[in-house]
């Protein structure tokens, strides 16, 4: 069975703060997808990144960065210098390979105070 | 870019009736979704639909609900006779390969029933 924990219910942070949300993942396949998604107020899903269970290099993308470390079974989400419009619930999920479905975590909710 | 089209965006509705939820899937793509997010809770998986039928569903996806892919181009969802814990949102998502691969979400329909 595939499971997916943040166990960050709720941060606040004031602008210009690093934030660091955590994702733990549990699951027996040794192929499988993680990924991470916005949503903001407006309430749609956002995609921010795909990352296989093969690729354990760091990514960067703009103030974005994710960890990746199989050892502990972990899928970090760094925001530097983090913005009024980074406020929204984010989510962890996992795929498995040839899954139909994605197993998401239950969000973190990220307030960056002004 | 191209978008996975939900409407309506919030529906009300009386406990008890039949409500359909309406996806417009991007067109190329062949795998089709339903999810749904109780407010304040995690995104729950509902169904899968492929090559005109269901592929996988959750133990969510009982007999009270419904998809169907009427003319090639909407992916709907019938509530049959709805209660008020269906109310919550949901979302469409679709395909073009395997999930994997990543799904593009609609914008939801925030259902509510009273």
């Known amino acids: 069975a595939q499971k997916v924990t943040q166990a960050q219910t709720e941060i606040s942070v004031v602008e210009k703060e690093d934030v660091t949300l955590d994702c733990v993942y549990e699951t027996r396949d040794t192929t499988y997808y993680l990924f991470w998604y916005k949503q903001p107020p407006s309430g749609e899903l956002v995609f921010l990144i795909r990352r296989n269970s093969f690729d354990e290099q760091n990514e960067i993308s703009g103030r974005y960065s994710w960890n990746f470390q199989k050892s502990t079974s972990s899928f970090n989400f760094t925001i530097t210098a983090s913005q009024v419009v980074d406020s929204a619930v984010y989510f962890c999920?996992?795929?498995?390979?040839?899954?139909?479905?994605?197993?998401f975590g239950p969000g973190t909710r990220l307030s960056v105070l002004p | 870019e191209p978008e996975v089209t939900q409407t309506p965006s919030h529906q009300v509705t009386q406990m008890g009736q039949e409500v359909i939820l309406r996806c417009v899937p991007i067109?190329?793509?062949?795998?089709f979704y339903w999810y749904r997010q109780i407010l304040g809770q995690k995104v729950e998986f509902l169904v899968s639909f492929y090559n005109n039928e269901i592929s996988e569903k959750s133990e969510i996806f009982d007999d009270q609900f419904s998809v169907e892919r009427p003319d090639g181009s909407n992916f709907t969802l019938k509530i049959r006779s709805t209660k008020l814990e269906d109310s919550a949102m949901y979302f469409c998502?679709?395909?073009?390969?395997?999930?994997?691969?990543?799904?593009?979400f609609g914008s939801g329909t925030r259902l509510t029933v009273v």
């Open positions: 998502a679709s395909s073009a390969g395997i999930a994997s691969y990543g799904y593009t």
């Open positions: 999920a996992l795929i498995p390979n040839y899954g139909q479905n994605f197993v």
């Open positions: 067109s190329n793509h062949l795998y």
